[in-house]
């Protein structure tokens, strides 16, 4: 890089986007996302929720408390109205009022109870009870 020049925040963060999700595509099993305030997370989740939502690939977002789990789900949801996903929560959990009108969203308290979406957004206490045979099998109806 050329002496006095920088980059503008907005530039590196889709530069990192576009690194992480080709390393998510070729094969890489997690990411681990860990900035300060306004580095970016939320618009990885987004895109990552999206593009590989959209082509069936995998994907499990943990986020916490609750609230964030909606807002990550709301947030694609809104953007990509045909990206199917799923959340997990507590049998009796009520989501925002807002996430009932994403019709290709499905909340459950098992994975296998999601219908097979390919992006899976949950508790760290949630997805922690998601096996290994559920997500054959969530991938295989992909």
């Not at 690194?19 to 070729?26: H, P």
């Not at 300060?36 to 995998?58: Q, R």
Request: proline share 7%; charged share 20%; aromatic share 2%.
């Amino acid at each position: 890089m050329l002496a006095g020049l920088e980059v503008p925040p907005a530039f590196e963060v889709e530069r990192v986007i576009t690194a992480v999700l080709a390393d998510l595509r070729s094969g890489y099993q997690g990411v681990v996302v860990d900035s300060p305030p306004g580095g970016g997370k939320s618009s990885l989740v987004v895109h990552a929720a999206i593009d590989l939502a959209i082509v069936g690939e995998p994907l499990i977002i943990i986020a916490q408390p609750n609230d964030q789990v909606d807002d990550v789900i709301d947030r694609p949801a809104q953007k990509a109205p045909e990206a199917r996903m799923g959340w997990l929560s507590a049998a009796d959990y009520k989501p925002l009022d807002r996430l009932e009108g994403h019709e290709v969203v499905r909340g459950a308290a098992k994975a296998a109870d999601l219908g097979g979406p390919a992006v899976i957004i949950g508790t760290a206490a949630k997805c922690a009870t998601v096996t290994e045979g559920a997500l054959t099998r969530i991938e295989g109806n992909s």
